[in-house]
């Protein structure tokens, strides 16, 4: 799976919108990009996948760039409960993959903290 | 509601000692999986589960084992072969061919003193 970069830490105000990049260059052209949360003291949330066009859903919308080696993803109006850390994660999708070593690589993400 | 339950969300046991963790779903998910975190780390896989009665070893299974007599539930022993047992837990299930995504347990935070 290819690997991914992510800014350690970044603060949004609440009631802005928070942008969160991701840079994948070495991704390959059968890798989704999917988003992962994980709020302290509990499990990764599942928030948001894509593979060329931009998605959005009722959480974020997911902007990945035409070369495919970067993305962000956006909540278009943070609030506190926001606060976490976002995993950004490239790899087959499970549809499509051979069942070889099927796991989430989780790198440390980006810890991002809504201000009041 | 439909999801994935790991008990207790606390653990605390003497080293020396092996402790199962508990994971159950109702997704009717083929595949599990157990993780570990460490404090400020990602996470890495202990072992996974793609079909009843069959299960592999991840990255760090050493120390570890595992069962998937149903569907429903893959519990995870931590033994006392396991040199540094502390950490947070997780279960998930998904990430099979009906799904693209994989859905996590609350997690179990195990405590060995």
């Known amino acids: 799976d290819a690997k991914t970069t992510q800014p350690p830490s970044m603060d949004c105000a609440e009631g802005r919108a928070a942008n969160l990049p991701c840079n994948h260059s070495?991704?390959?052209?059968?890798?989704?990009v999917y988003w992962y949360r994980q709020i302290h003291s509990q499990g990764p949330q599942y928030i948001i996948h894509?593979?060329?066009n931009n998605e959005t859903n009722e959480m974020a919308s997911l902007i990945i760039t035409e070369d495919r080696k970067s993305s962000t993803l956006i909540l278009p109006h943070a609030t506190l409960r926001d606060t976490a850390v976002y995993y950004c994660?490239?790899?087959?999708?499970?549809?499509?993959?051979?069942?070889?070593?099927?796991?989430?690589?989780f790198g440390t993400g980006t810890r991002l903290t809504i201000i009041p | 509601d439909g999801g994935i339950t790991q008990s207790p969300k606390y653990l605390f046991r003497k080293e020396g000692q092996n402790v199962t963790l508990s994971c159950e779903q109702n997704?009717?998910?083929?595949?599990m999986y157990w993780y570990r975190q460490d404090p400020g780390q990602g996470l890495r896989l202990i072992y996974y589960?793609?079909?009843?009665?069959?299960?592999q070893k991840g990255d760090i299974a050493e120390g570890y084992s595992v069962s998937r007599e149903k569907k429903e539930s893959f519990p995870l022993t931590v033994t006392s072969a396991q040199k540094n047992p502390t950490a947070f837990y997780l279960c998930?299930?998904?990430?099979?061919?009906?799904?693209?995504?994989?859905?996590f347990g609350p997690g179990t935070r195990l405590t060995v003193t």
């Open positions: 998930a299930s998904g990430g099979d061919r009906d799904s693209y995504e994989q859905y």
């Open positions: 070495t991704i390959s052209g059968n890798e989704y």
């Open positions: 894509g593979l060329k």
């Open positions: 994660i490239v790899r087959v999708a499970w549809k499509e993959s051979n069942f070889g070593n099927e796991k989430l690589t």
């Open positions: 997704l009717n998910h083929d595949a």
């Open positions: 589960s793609q079909i009843v009665n069959d299960f």
